[in-house]
């Protein structure tokens, strides 16, 4: 059964608390990426990693870190120095390169009080 | 940057009407575009795409049309059905084949009156 999970679902924590944010993709992808979406907005790139050992900022990157240690996994920290860090967050991945497709996980909804 | 306008922000057709989408991109250099469709609390879904060597393409009740002179796009539901409420997206992505990311635009919510 081959896609993309996210976990947890749901995800709670207090302010000033660093947390991870799981995607796992056993499709053999290359590119793996993050999105964050706020209610009536669209989605905005956070991270993105074309290949193993390699990412780069997207458009709202601060207060964000990444890692890429292996192909199937793009762990997402949202950190404390993230001044509104609710939201829903998505990871996507692609076959990068020419593979234009981005395919979604189901999202990880994160809300930090 | 890239940036994409999309309209209207809600719309709603009676079942079985048709139901259209546009989107505007700012960047010659865009050459893919998406559309996805998200249900609630879940995460967006790919329904179609279209290349930038290609004028329109079709998909059994969906379609999308490019123009590039004018730079906007746009996506045709026909014969709307009640499955089809959500919220669409559309994407543009300059550059290498999206892998540097999608710009989307901020969604239609569709609503499919019965």
């Known amino acids: 059964d081959g896609g993309i999970t996210q976990s947890p679902k749901y995800l709670f924590r207090k302010e000033g608390q660093n947390v991870t944010l799981s995607c796992e993709q056993n499709l053999n992808h290359d590119a793996m990426y993050w999105y964050r979406q706020d209610p009536g907005q669209g989605l905005r790139l956070i991270y993105y990693?074309?290949?193993?050992?390699?990412?780069q900022k997207g458009d709202i990157a601060e207060g964000y870190s990444v890692s890429r240690e292996k192909k199937e996994s793009f762990p997402l920290t949202v950190t404390s120095a993230q001044k509104n860090p609710t939201a829903f967050y998505l990871c996507a991945s692609s076959t990068g390169g020419l593979g234009y497709e981005q395919y979604f996980g189901p999202g990880t909804r994160l809300t930090v009080t | 940057g890239e940036n994409v306008e999309q309209h209207p922000s809600t719309l709603s057709v009676q079942e079985g009407d048709s139901a259209v989408i546009k989107c505007t991109y700012s960047d010659s250099a865009s050459n893919y575009f998406p559309w996805y469709k998200q249900e609630l609390g879940k995460g967006p879904q790919l329904i179609i795409d279209?290349?930038?060597?290609?004028g329109e393409k079709k998909d059994q009740r969906i379609a999308v049309t490019l123009n590039k002179t004018a730079k906007h796009f746009s996506l045709h539901i026909t014969e709307t059905q009640p499955e089809d409420s959500a919220v669409y997206f559309c994407?543009?992505?300059?550059?290498?084949?999206?892998?540097?990311?999608?710009?989307f635009g901020k969604g239609t919510h569709l609503i499919i009156q019965p």
């Open positions: 279209i290349r930038s060597n290609v």
């Open positions: 994407a543009a992505s300059i550059g290498g084949g999206g892998a540097d990311g999608l710009t």
């Open positions: 990693s074309q290949i193993v050992n390699d990412f």
